[in-house]
């Protein structure tokens, strides 16, 4: 592992070898600076091992991987992950998070966009999934999960995400409904990424709420401005209280996957569902009841009355 604390200024990282990070490793090392250079593809990483001692191959990025090859050493780490604009997002929180002192993040191709993320607290998310009202939702919509996968010949019990995962999914739901209302973009160019995670080494528990296109519906700012303290915290209490009262309950608060093998409980087009462009999921794994209390459950939420 790279480990040259005292010399952090004159240490540098680069994830990502594509054609720009690899052509940063290469005029770094001339430059006689040492390098971290890591990437998920073998292939590439050997091309750099010629200019570097500290090349390294990442299945997955997440904060132990990193910490794995001493990036959390480094003055400046840049990062070269363009594809997708989530996990760019996500990759740069990591590494500011190891308490690099200079970060760049790289853009692959001109977009014009932003975007809201929202981290929770962990240690509150943590008590609220030790809630035993919350296991049995989770069971219930287990059961659904086995029915669906079971109906087209699928393995049961694979890919069913923590509870975690649907409260989160559930709140950027009523978020893009509620700031397609106020922010000037149509619900359907309004996009979601959920981070949630229970490992223990590297839990997650947020959300990011975003849009970019190439052209101009991704200029607006209204974004930007509604992710401000002030403005957001309205928002959510406005997104809770619409979200308290479907114009479909009570069927939809009384809906039960375990009964019609489907893959969301307290969710319908009423209340929940957006554009399955803008769902990571395509509307599957929602609960309002993990959210707010909901006229057939009152005690699996997290927030209760008064508490967003």
Request: net charge negative.
């Amino acid at each position: 592992m790279f480990d040259k604390k005292k010399n952090a200024a004159e240490s540098y990282g680069v994830i990502g070898l594509g054609r720009f990070g690899t052509a940063l490793v290469k005029t770094l090392a001339a430059a006689g600076k040492e390098v971290i250079a890591v990437d998920k593809d073998e292939a590439k990483v050997k091309a750099v091992r010629g200019y570097t001692d500290y090349a390294f191959v990442i299945d997955e990025l997440n904060e132990t991987s990193l910490k794995e090859t001493g990036m959390q050493n480094c003055g400046t780490v840049t990062i070269c992950i363009g594809e997708q604009i989530d996990i760019s997002i996500l990759t740069t929180m990591l590494v500011t998070k190891l308490g690099v002192p200079h970060v760049i993040s790289k853009a692959a191709s001109e977009v014009h966009g932003e975007g809201i993320f929202i981290e929770f607290n962990e240690s509150v998310i943590k008590s609220w999934e030790q809630n035993a009202h919350v296991a049995d939702r989770d069971k219930t919509l287990f059961v659904g999960h086995q029915g669906w996968r079971n109906a087209r010949h699928l393995k049961p019990d694979v890919g069913f995400p923590p509870s975690r995962y649907t409260m989160l999914h559930t709140i950027a739901h009523l978020l893009v409904r509620e700031l397609a209302l106020e922010c000037g973009y149509n619900a359907a160019s309004i996009r979601e990424r959920v981070y949630a995670s229970s490992d223990p080494e590297a839990p997650m528990a947020g959300i990011l709420l975003y849009t970019a296109a190439a052209d101009s519906d991704g200029t607006l700012g209204g974004l930007v401005d509604l992710g401000k303290p002030d403005f957001l915290g309205r928002l959510l209490d406005q997104a809770l209280e619409r979200a308290s009262i479907c114009s479909s309950d009570p069927l939809c608060s009384e809906h039960d996957p375990s009964k019609d093998r489907s893959l969301h409980a307290a969710a319908c087009h009423s209340c929940t569902f957006v554009s399955e462009t803008s769902c990571e999921r395509g509307n599957r794994y929602l609960d309002r009841a993990l959210v707010i209390p909901t006229l057939r459950d009152h005690q699996a939420c997290l927030f209760h009355e008064g508490s967003a």
